[in-house]
C-alpha cells in the first residue's frame, strides 16, 4: 500500500518519540532538522510477474557523507514475496527537492531499522545530520517532537510525550515507546526530538484503532548503524531549552551594594607619594570589607603650608561592590 506499510491488524507502522522535562523550541527544532530530515519512496518489481510494491516514509541523515536511518519496513515489500528489482528514490528537506538514490548498507529487520547510503551531493558539500542523543533515561510525560512526510511537504508533529514504556502488538510486548504523538502513514523512520533538541527515537507506528497511541524505537536500538557511521552522540542539540536562573557562568548584571567610598588625608613624611596613600587606603577597605570588591575611580595630590610647615594631602577614591547579580539566562548550568 502506498505511504506506510500495515504492521499488524490494529497497527500501522509510522511511529516516533522524545526526551527530558523543559519546553521544547518547536521551531527551532524544524528549521534547523529539515535539512537532515528525508522523504523516502520505495518501488519495486516483484519477480515471476507478480506486479509491483510501493510505499513511502522518511528518514533522517546521521552522518555528513549522508548515512540515513529509517525503518527497515519502509524499504521492503509487505509479505513474504520475490523481488526482481527495487528503487530508493530519497528527497531531502522539501518534496520539492530532486530525488536523488540511495543503497541499502544495512538491515536489522528484529528492530525494524535500516541504514541507507546517498550519493554525494553534485555540489561537493557534506550533508547536513541530526543531533543524536546520548542514552539517558526518558521519563514518563517527557516531551516530544517529531519531524515526517505524513503529508505532501515535510511537517512537523509538537506537542507529544512519552505516555508508557512498552508496547503491546498483537499480545507481544516491543521495546517501543508509547507515545501521544498524531503520527500518520509517511511518518514511519522519521527523527523524534527530546527536549534537549536531539534525535531520542525513531517514528514507527501508530494504532490504527485508538486515537493518539503511536510508537517510537530508542535510538539506542539503532546504535550498530551509529557507530559504523561514527556519529557521536551529543546531551544536547543547537535547540536545546533550559529553565532560566542567574549562574556565575552567565556573567555579572550589577550588585546588590555598589556605592563610593573615599579619603582625604594628610601625611607628613617628604618621601610619601599619592600612589602610597592609595594603596595604604585599599588595603585598610579589603580588611574592613572582605567580602567586596573594588574599583580605582580617583585621586588628587595637594601641597600646603600650613605655620610655615609644608603638608602634602592627598585624595582617593574607589567604587565598592559587594553581592553579585548574574545575569539571568538559559542554559545547561541551570539544570546543575
Known amino acids: 500500500m502506498g505511504g506506510m506499510n500495515q504492521f499488524a ?55 555528513e557523507s549522508g548515512l540515513v536511518i529509517t525503518n527497515d519496513h519502509v524499504i521492503r515489500p509487505v509479505g513474504n514475496v520475490t523481488v526482481e528489482s527495487e528503487t530508493i528514490d530519497v528527497k531531502v528537506g522539501s518534496r520539492r527537492a530532486s530525488s536523488v538514490g540511495a543503497t541499502v548498507v544495512a538491515r536489522d529487520r528484529a528492530n525494524d531499522i535500516a541504514l541507507l547510503q546517498l550519493p554525494p551531493r553534485d555540489n561537493g558539500e557534506s550533508w547536513q545530520s541530526v543531533a543524536i542523543g546520548t542514552a539517558v533515561p526518558t521519563p514518563i510525560a517527557a516531551p516530544l517532537m517529531a519531524l515526517g512526510y505524513a503529508g505532501w511537504e ?46 531520542i527515537g525513531i517514528s514507527v507506528a501508530y494504532k490504527r484503532s485508538s486515537q493518539l497511541v503511536s510508537y517510537v524505537i530508542p535510538i539506542y536500538y539503532a546504535k550498530p548503524f551509529l557507530d559504523l557511521a561514527g556519529t557521536q552522540s551529543v546531551t544536547y542539540g543547537s535547540c536545546a531549552t533550559f529553565p532560566a536562573c542567574r549562574k556565575k557562568i552567565h556573567g555579572i548584571e550589577g550588585y546588590e551594594l555598589n556605592v563610593t567610598v573615599e579619603k582625604l588625608g594628610k601625611w607628613q613624611t617628604k618621601k610619601s607619594s599619592n600612589p602610597e596613600f592609595c594603596n595604604a587606603f585599599l588595603t585598610e577597605l579589603q580588611s574592613q570589607f572582605p567580602k567586596s570588591e573594588f574599583t580605582y575611580l580617583q585621586s588628587e595630590q595637594y601641597t600646603s603650608m600650613n605655620r610655615g610647615k609644608r603638608e602634602h594631602l592627598y585624595y582617593c577614591k574607589f567604587q565598592r561592590f559587594e553581592d553579585p547579580i548574574y545575569k539571568l539566562a538559559q542554559s545547561e548550568f541551570c539544570l546543575q
Not at 507502522?13 to 528549521?31: G, I, N, P
Request: hydrophobic share 40%; net charge negative; with cysteine.
Open 9 to 63: 491488524t490494529t497497527l500501522l507502522l509510522v511511529a516516533f518519540s522524545l526526551d527530558t522535562a523543559h519546553a521544547m523550541e518547536d521551531s527551532c527544532l524544524f528549521e534547523n532538522n529539515r535539512d537532515a530530515t528525508t522523504r523516502i519512496h520505495y518501488t519495486c518489481v516483484l519477480a515471476n510477474g507478480d506486479g509491483n510494491c510501493e510505499s513511502s516514509g522518511s528518514g533522517f541523515i546521521i552522518s
Open 154 to 199: 515535510l511537517a512537523m508533529i509538537p506537542n507529544g510525550m512519552k505516555t508508557a514504556e512498552l508496547a503491546e502488538v498483537d499480545g507481544v510486548y516491543k521495546p517501543w515507546w508509547q507515545t501521544n504523538l498524531a503520527l500518520n502513514e509517511g511518518n514511519s523512520g522519521g527523527p523524534v526530538f527530546g527536549s534537549n533538541g536531539t534525535v
